[in-house]
């Protein structure tokens, strides 16, 4: 794993503060603990999906990707769907990728960290455009992280069950409610749930 002074600046343009396993052992030590779950349930792509418009997945999805790569000792992408965070669209590497088979482009934060955001705005909220990402572009990857956030709005979510291998909900301490949470994992096939990640 590289030092985590490779990638900080990257992570601070994004306006992200990246995690210092050291520092906050405590906090790594949890992540590393869903990471594993993934890793050992078989999950390579999972989808993140907030519990309400409140909640910023990017941040998590980074951090949890930092945690996977540690875990699975191989490359993770994070998926930027729908272009929640603008400052992923800015985002250049010397090895950036453009595919398009996929329409997606591939920004490499490091050797083992890349992320993935569509090339035009029209490949954004579209189903398809994310079905043909994951056809074309997971070779390479250990797991993929993929960002859900809006597509619940127009019910798309319950479309994309199939194309993923696994769901974890994100919500926030003391703000997100018990009801919200299982009507979600109720609304879930089961197995497809692998957890509840609460953030802030």
């Known amino acids: 794993m590289q030092d985590v002074s490779d990638i900080e600046d990257p992570m601070r343009t994004l306006g992200i503060e990246r995690l210092d396993p050291d520092a906050s052992p405590e906090l790594y030590a949890e992540l590393y603990r869903v990471a594993r779950r993934v890793r050992e349930a078989g999950r390579a792509v999972v989808g993140l999906l907030p519990t309400g418009s409140d909640v910023a997945v990017v941040p998590l999805a980074l951090e949890l990707a930092f945690a996977l790569a540690d875990a699975c000792e191989g490359a ?4 930027d769907a729908n272009t929640r965070w603008p400052a992923l669209q800015q985002m250049r ?34 189903l398809d455009g994310l079905d043909r990402l994951l056809m074309h572009e997971t070779q ?21 069950l199939d194309a993923i291998d ?35």
């Not at 301490?173 to 609460?198: F, Q, S, W, Y």
């Open 93 to 126: 590497s010397p090895k950036d990728e453009r595919s398009k088979k996929s329409g997606f482009r591939t920004t490499w934060l490091a050797s083992f960290l890349a992320i993935m955001t569509p090339i035009e705005a029209s490949e954004a909220m579209a």
């Open 76 to 79: 993770v992408a994070v998926v």
């Open 166 to 200: 696994g769901v974890l909900l994100v919500g926030h301490p003391g703000a997100t409610r018990e009801d919200e949470i299982l009507r979600l994992h109720n609304d879930m096939p089961p197995g497809k749930i692998l957890g509840v990640i609460l953030v802030g």
């Open 140 to 160: 390479g990857f250990t797991h993929m992280l993929v960002d859900l956030t809006g597509f619940e709005r127009h019910g798309e979510h319950w479309g994309m």
